[in-house]
C-alpha cells in the first residue's frame, strides 16, 4: 500500500493568495483527518470526515479556511486568503473507524511557508 | 477538557541508556492510547497502541508501553536507545466522547549522544 499521499510537499506564497492542499487517503479507509503542527501549539484536529462527510469541522480556524472530500479517494484543503500565520505543517490521516478501535496512519505532510 | 500531557519537553540521553517517556492524560471513560515517532523532516509514524486487554504493548523497534488506568498514564519505554531513535516522540489518546479524533501530546523531543 502507498500510504497516504499528500501535495504538495512544500508551498511557498506569499499572504493574500489562495492555497490548495491536497490528499489520498489509504485504500478503503473510510475516515479522514486534517490535522496542523506549529511549534506553539503542537498537532491540533481541523477537520475530520467520515464516509467523506464532514463530521466535525470545530478545529477549523476561521472562515478562510475549508475543506472538502468529493470522494473516498481525495480531499482538499484551502486556504483562502492566506496569511502569514498558517505557516505550520499540514498532516493528512487516515483510518478504518469500526468499534471505535480505528488507527490513524498520516501522510508525509505540507510545509506552507507564507511570506 | 480533556487534555494529554507530556511532562518531559527534551530529553538528552547517550546510547545505551534506558528511556521512559511520561504521557498523562485527563479523561474517566474509555480510551485508545497511541504513541508515534517523528524523525527529523518525516511524518509520524505508529510506534505501538493499546486498546484492550494486556496493558504491557510491545511496538516496533524494540519499543513498548504500559497502560495504567489507575494512574491514567501510558509511558513509553526502551531498555536501550540508539542514536537512531532521535526523534520527537508524541502520545496520542482517543477518548470515547463522540468526536473521532485523537488528542495529542505536546511532543518530546529525545536526543541520543553517541
Known amino acids: 500500500d502507498a500510504g497516504v499521499i499528500q501535495s504538495p510537499r512544500h508551498e511557498v506564497t506569499e499572504m493574500g493568495q489562495e492555497v490548495t492542499l491536497r490528499c489520498k487517503p489509504i485504500?478503503?479507509?473510510?475516515?479522514l483527518f486534517w490535522y496542523r503542527q506549529t511549534m506553539m501549539r503542537g498537532l491540533e484536529l481541523l477537520i475530520y470526515?467520515?464516509?467523506?462527510?464532514?463530521?466535525?469541522d470545530s478545529g477549523m480556524p476561521e472562515d478562510r479556511f475549508s475543506a472538502k472530500m468529493p470522494n473516498a479517494s481525495f480531499s482538499t484543503l484551502k486556504i483562502q486568503p492566506s496569511e502569514p500565520r498558517d505557516s505550520a505543517v499540514y498532516f493528512c490521516?487516515?483510518?478504518?473507524?469500526?468499534?471505535?478501535?480505528?488507527?490513524?496512519?498520516f501522510g508525509p505532510g505540507t510545509r506552507l511557508t507564507v511570506l | 477538557a480533556q487534555s494529554v500531557s507530556q511532562h518531559n519537553h527534551h530529553v538528552i540521553l547517550s546510547e545505551a541508556a534506558s528511556l521512559e517517556l511520561g504521557c498523562n492524560y485527563s479523561y474517566g471513560g474509555t480510551v485508545n492510547l497511541f504513541w508515534y515517532v517523528q524523525y527529523p523532516g518525516q511524518h509520524l509514524q505508529l510506534l505501538l497502541k493499546y486498546f484492550s486487554g494486556d496493558p504491557l504493548v510491545k511496538g516496533i523497534k524494540g519499543f513498548e508501553a504500559e497502560f495504567i488506568k489507575s494512574k491514567f498514564s501510558f509511558n513509553l519505554r526502551k531498555p536501550s536507545v540508539q542514536w537512531s531513535d532521535t526523534a520527537e516522540y508524541f502520545c496520542?489518546?482517543?477518548?470515547?466522547?463522540?468526536?473521532?479524533?485523537?488528542?495529542f501530546g505536546s511532543g518530546t523531543r529525545l536526543q541520543v549522544q553517541p
Open positions: 470526515f467520515n464516509n467523506n462527510v464532514p463530521i466535525d
Open positions: 490521516a487516515s483510518s478504518w473507524t469500526s468499534g471505535g478501535e480505528d488507527t490513524q496512519y
Open positions: 485504500s478503503g479507509h473510510n475516515s
Open positions: 496520542a489518546v482517543f477518548m470515547d466522547t463522540g468526536r473521532r479524533a485523537l488528542t
